[in-house]
């Protein structure tokens, strides 16, 4: 499952990100999404679980949780479509 995290502090590395969704269950990739630019965090970012149910757990889990000062949101990404 690829679950969409918004709301994160500037603060929040790929690194954080992945300790923080890794108390639930494993983690196979955590991202923050930067800006092409100025290479400053675009606020969101997008963690990979392999385990669909350790993912919902995450999921419900993490949502609305305190992480370095922000209450982050998270939801099921959606797909997207190739550009």
Not at 46 to 75: H, S, Y
């Amino acid at each position: 499952m690829n679950i969409f995290v918004g709301n994160l502090a500037w603060g929040v590395d790929d690194v954080a990100l992945q300790e923080a969704f890794e108390a639930h269950g494993e983690v196979e990739r955590a991202k923050v999404i930067h800006d092409r630019e100025t290479g400053r965090s675009r606020g969101f970012g997008f963690v990979e679980m392999p385990n669909q149910e350790e993912a919902q757990v995450a999921l419900e889990a993490m949502e609305g949780k305190d992480l370095m000062g922000r209450e982050i949101r998270c939801n099921e990404s959606e797909a997207r479509e190739r550009r």
